[in-house]
């Protein structure tokens, strides 16, 4: 749920709502008490600087976690239509710039309450918004037809939400086997958890996750009854069935069980009856739950009290449960047999008619298919031929040509369109067949169904959006990526999306995701307008105490140390570490579906370390803050709150710490007391929407931002594909004031789209760490602002290494690893033309006499004339076992289930850091299935001689390390762990 309070002290007592995100006016305990559940991602509302400054300070001192957003006046309410579960307004503390209760209701979700506060008085007001729109079955309980009739449903603008894990598909494994909206939530049955993320795709279980369907947030989480592998059932079927009330799963071979949709308890578990079968599909229709399995049809009241039962021959023959093998519109259910088409009534399961078709090929191939129900009739495809029949006695009512194979994953290639069928760009009258013109041309790409509403269609693959007039050109809308073979869902007025990095169609967000309508204003607007920036009292410390030691290399003053992001150091290596120092930096989030959230989204914990100047700075995620530490004792010098979270850790630079946040905003603070210098909102407009466990803003800044030639340089935005693209722009180090903003626009391949990332300098200019093929656009040569000629790094070529890497958060596996050997390049470190860095794959990526990298996770070393060299060749796909370039060393890790989290090279001595797995750390197999939580995972940081691969120290540790977790200076490391904790070692 997502509970958003506008309040001055509200009164919170005898609210039932228990989760969401809050928004408050500052000064009051509201958030404070909301964030300090784990219950509620909190958003905090004020009208000006001084309230923003207070608020944060009250949150710093509680280890609340809550954004912040500044607004001088509250027309329109920054979120979007129906997302908040909770309001609480303070009109009288607001005054003239308290927004209008119309207002406030336009952001609240079905179900959802106003504390409206007025006149002194406190009163509760509930949502006037209802529940629209249901997709209760695997492809909407339809029987292989995406479509729905939800009158919310509009033509995607823009996200509504993202979700963890931010994940793309695995080789190994399905992401998402099932989703269906009903009741307001939106439930998936996955085997890609937060829990498991890391685990083999075979070793993952599979899931029921329960979300808010207004705004993402975590309901709840059931493990699936069975292991649908063991019975032998296929991916992408209707595992799932949502009623109002209940979600229904296969229990085993002859069972389903019922869970309650409002807390994810069991309820009750009902007997399928009949010989052993292989579950297919659950469907609700009505006020039924149909269940398919190979053994026939059975249909239950949502109390499981058996209705009737029928008994078919094998329903899917040669393809499995990806074929059509039914059709059901409330009244009729029409099956595929074998070589007979039969209807049977929803009522009482006795059959309305059979038509002998054709029997199958050879091997079971169909050599006709069921294609879709409308207006009072089937459709069926043979070869050449398109044929309706009636749904009253079965009769054949028309047929006309249509060219091309039967579509070979079994989905349809006509559908249902207001009232009529179409198909190849025309549409027929149900009942006559006649031709009423042109349609848009919706067919099955490969894998995926189209998504059909009665004014529009997305096509599949390319997420194209076509208009129920062929004329109408309608605004594509590359953001929604239709996942393969049909996970999709659309309810509650909005359309489901799924992230996914399969070779046929690139996502252009991460995790799961919610789209729907948004103001044009904010979608379409002016990358040019003019960026509003706050100063502050702050002061950069002189420049006598701020020296600048990262010139010599020997200190860390940003992320990955340097411009090149090469993580490598001229500095004393350690020979004999011992810690010096630790502290708590940032505590565990207390457990509730914010600290779930955070944690798949990438958004918990610390996501990095510099240090410079005598400052440690933390980037801590967790509790969407920046804090800094003193470098002798590891004692905190200040903490200072943001307006959401951040993903990279901060630069150091002339007594200044300078950040971009995920609120849209970049920061300059004080390095000596982090007071506030300036701070300039990049975002284009203040809009916000619930992101991975906090309140974000639709256009977030990246961390890590870079200081050249007296300007900040700072990239903001979410995809190049998305809400506008993603802006790079130039700021003033003194001022904070813009100097220019320039689009960054993606030159070819994944379908044009790059997510903005950590800017690196690349041999041909600057280049996105992640996705380095994408150019960022440099300045005139005659204009001042223009990034220094140094910024190139000297390793060439390095760009074309990395240009696959499209690792997230969570460096889930990419659908096409690095050189075919699973090279991680967002963490290779180099220096001195050699490159340090890990693969782990199944495929060899050396190629000598001597040795291959055939363990699971592995480090290597190389030389950067090689690695480049054999990175720009790639071949098309299929690579070889020993395919790639020659390697100086390689020595093997650990198992599958560790987790490399940072490489670096310091002087003559290379460093990996890695996350055990808890049951390699020594757990028992037993103990940690039984109980995962309560093993803990452990952490090593190794050693070795960057000339010869000589084992050198080793540090051990009781935590787990985070993501680049590790930096060094001279002669110390520091390391970020699972744990919160930061650690310090110096040599003995």
Request: include cysteine.
């Amino acid at each position: 749920m997502l509970s958003v309070a506008v309040a001055a002290d509200p009164a919170l007592a005898g609210l039932t709502i228990d989760r969401g995100v809050a928004l408050s006016v500052p000064g009051s305990k509201t958030t404070i008490e909301l964030a300090s559940s784990g219950r509620f991602v909190v958003h905090a509302l004020v009208v000006d600087e001084a309230a923003r400054a207070s608020l944060a300070a009250q949150l710093a001192a509680a280890e609340s976690s809550a954004g912040i957003v500044q607004s001088d006046a509250l027309p329109r309410l920054p979120y979007g239509d129906r997302i908040a579960n909770l309001v609480v307004c303070d009109a009288d503390a607001l005054g003239g710039k308290a927004p209008t209760q119309a207002e406030v209701q336009r952001v609240l979700a079905p179900g959802g309450v106003l504390r409206w506060h007025q006149g002194g008085t406190w009163t509760t007001i509930a949502a006037s918004a209802t529940a629209s729109g249901i997709w209760p079955s695997f492809d909407g309980g339809r029987g292989s037809m995406a479509s729905t009739d939800d009158p919310l449903i509009t033509l995607p603008l823009a996200a509504r939400w993202l979700d963890g894990p931010v994940i793309g598909q695995t080789p190994a494994g399905v992401d998402i086997w099932c989703s269906v909206v009903n009741g307001g939530r939106y439930v998936q049955v996955t085997n890609i958890d937060e829990a498991n993320v890391h685990a083999p795709a075979r070793q993952r279980p599979l899931w029921i996750v329960a979300r808010d369907a207004s705004n993402g947030t975590r309901l709840w989480r059931q493990r699936y009854p069975t292991d649908l592998s063991a019975q032998k059932a296929l991916p992408w079927g209707g595992y799932i069935a949502a009623s109002p009330r209940c979600i229904f799963a296969f229990a085993g071979s002859d069972q389903v069980a019922a869970f309650d949709g409002a807390t994810g308890a069991e309820i009750r578990r009902f007997a399928l009856g009949g010989p052993r079968r292989i579950p297919g599909h659950l469907v609700w229709q009505g006020d039924r739950l149909l269940a398919q399995t190979t053994a026939g049809w059975s249909a239950f009241a949502e109390d499981g009290t058996p209705a009737w039962s029928i008994v078919t021959k094998d329903l899917w023959p040669g393809w499995g449960a990806a074929m059509i093998t039914h059709l059901a519109d409330h009244q009729v259910l029409v099956l595929q047999e074998g070589d007979r088409m039969r209807a049977f009534n929803l009522a009482d399961g006795t059959e309305r008619w059979s038509v002998a078709m054709s029997a199958p090929g050879d091997r079971g191939v169909r050599t006709w298919q069921l294609q879709a129900l409308s207006g009072g009739s089937v459709a069926v495809r043979t070869q050449g031929e398109l044929t309706a029949y009636s749904l009253v006695d079965g009769l054949k009512r028309w047929t006309v040509a249509a060219t091309g194979n039967l579509p070979f994953t079994g989905r349809p290639d006509t559908y249902a369109w207001n009232g009529g069928f179409a198909r190849a760009g025309k549409k027929f009258d149900a009942v006559t067949g006649a031709d009423l013109g042109g349609a848009p041309n919706a067919s099955v790409d490969r894998c995926t169904l189209p998504l059909l509403t009665s004014t529009f269609h997305i096509s599949s693959h390319s997420s194209h959006v076509g208009s129920a007039d062929p004329k109408q050109r309608l605004p594509g809308y590359a953001a929604l990526r239709l996942s393969c073979n049909s996970a999709n869902a659309v309810g509650s007025g909005l359309i489901f999306g799924i992230a996914s990095d399969c070779m046929c169609n690139a996502s252009h967000l991460r995790g799961i995701t919610a789209h729907g309508s948004a103001p044009a204003a904010l979608i379409q607007a002016d990358p040019q307008t003019p960026r509003p920036t706050v100063r502050g009292a702050g002061k950069p410390a002189p420049a006598a105490s701020s020296a600048p030691a990262a010139a010599s290399g020997k200190e860390w003053p940003m992320f990955r140390q340097n411009i090149q992001r090469s993580a490598g150091l001229d500095a004393a290596p350690l020979r004999s570490p011992a810690q010096l120092w630790s502290v708590a930096a940032s505590p565990s989030l207390v457990p509730g579906p914010v600290a779930v959230s955070r944690a798949a989204g990438g958004q918990a914990g610390i996501r990095g370390l510099t240090c410079a100047e005598g400052l440690v700075c933390v980037a801590d995620a967790g509790h969407q803050r920046v804090l800094g530490l003193d470098v002798g004792d590891g004692r905190r010098r200040w903490a200072v709150q943001l307006g959401a979270g951040l993903d990279t850790p901060p630069t150091i630079h002339a007594g200044r710490v300078l950040f971009g946040a995920l609120d849209g905003w970049v920061w300059c603070l004080a390095a000596t007391d982090g007071a506030l210098i300036w701070r300039t909102r990049l975002a284009p407009a203040e809009d916000f929407l619930p992101a991975y466990g906090q309140v974000a803003s639709r256009w977030p800044v990246v961390g890590a931002v870079t200081v050249a030639d007296g300007l900040v340089l700072a990239s903001v935005g979410r995809s190049t594909a998305v809400d506008g693209g993603v802006l790079l722009a130039a700021l003033d180090l003194d001022t904070g004031a813009v100097r220019w903003i320039r689009p960054i626009n993606p030159v070819g391949g994944r379908e044009s789209r790059s997510f903005n990332d950590v800017l690196i300098a690349g041999g041909r200019g600057l280049r996105f760490l992640g996705q380095p093929a994408t150019p960022v656009p440099a300045p005139a040569a005659q204009e001042k602002e223009s990034p220094s000629d140094t910024l190139v790094p000297a390793v060439e070529g390095l760009a074309n290494f990395v240009r696959n890497d499209q690792d997230a958060a969570l460096h889930g596996y990419t659908w096409a690893p690095m050189l075919y050997g699973g090279i991680r390049g967002r963490l290779l470190a180099w220096r001195d033309q050699r490159i340090f860095g890990f693969a782990r794959h199944s495929y060899a990526w050396i190629n000598n006499s001597t040795t291959q990298l055939k363990d699971p996770l592995a480090v290597f070393m190389a030389p950067a004339d090689l690695v480049s060299s054999a990175a720009s060749n790639l071949p098309a796909k299929n690579a070889p076992a020993d395919y790639g370039p020659p390697t100086a060393w390689s020595r093997p890790l650990g198992a599958t289930s560790d987790r490399l989290q940072a490489c670096l090279v310091v002087g003559d001595t290379a460093w990996a850091a890695w996350t055990v797995a808890p049951a390699a750390s020594g757990a028992a197999d037993a103990a940690a299935a039984a109980a995962p939580a309560a093993v803990r995972e452990t952490g090593r940081i190794a050693s070795w001689k960057l000339a010869d691969g000589t084992p050198g120290p080793i540090i051990d540790l009781d935590a787990g390390l985070m993501r680049d977790g590790l930096i060094a200076t001279d002669g110390r490391l520091y390391a970020a762990c699972s744990d919160g904790s930061v650690r310090c070692f110096h040599d003995r």
